[in-house]
C-alpha cells in the first residue's frame, strides 16, 4: 500500500521561509518524480515544482521561481520545498504528489498541509 505523508506547513509572517517535507512508501519499483502542488482557498489545486530523478531536473512555477527550492533523495522517496520570502499569496494547502517508475503520472497523493502568510 502506498503512503505519502507531508509534514512542515504552519502559520508565518510574510517574508518568512518554511521547509516542507514529504515521505512515500510502498512503491515497490520506485518513483519516477516527485512534485509539490497546492490549492489556495476557491482555486484549484496547481504545480509547483517538480524533481525527475533521472538526471535531477527541476522544474518551478514562475510565481515561485527564485523563492522555492525542490530537493530530495530518490533511494529513500522523500521530497522537501525550502520556501523563502513568503508572501501572503503563497496561502494554501500544499501536496506531495508521487510519479511511480511505471505510469510516470502523478497517482499517489498525500494529505495535504497548510501554509499560510500572513501580512
Known amino acids: 500500500q502506498v503512503q505519502v505523508v507531508e509534514s512542515g506547513g504552519g502559520l508565518v509572517q510574510a517574508g518568512g521561509s518554511l521547509r516542507l517535507s514529504c515521505a512515500a512508501s510502498?512503491?515497490?519499483?520506485?518513483?519516477?518524480?516527485m512534485g509539490w502542488f497546492r490549492r489556495a482557498p476557491g482555486k484549484e489545486r496547481e504545480f509547483v515544482a517538480s524533481?525527475?530523478?533521472?538526471?535531477?531536473?527541476?522544474t518551478y512555477a514562475d510565481s515561485v521561481k527564485g523563492r522555492f527550492t525542490i530537493s530530495g533523495d530518490n533511494a529513500k522517496n522523500t521530497l522537501f520545498l525550502q520556501m523563502t520570502s513568503l508572501k501572503p499569496g503563497d496561502t494554501a494547502v500544499y501536496f506531495c504528489?508521487?510519479?511511480?517508475?511505471?505510469?510516470?503520472?502523478?497517482?499517489?497523493w498525500g494529505q495535504g498541509t497548510q501554509v499560510t502568510v500572513s501580512s
Open positions: 504528489g508521487t510519479a511511480p517508475s511505471t505510469t510516470r503520472t502523478y497517482d499517489y
Open positions: 510502498g512503491l515497490t519499483f520506485g518513483t519516477y518524480a
Open positions: 524533481i525527475i530523478w533521472g538526471g535531477g531536473r527541476t
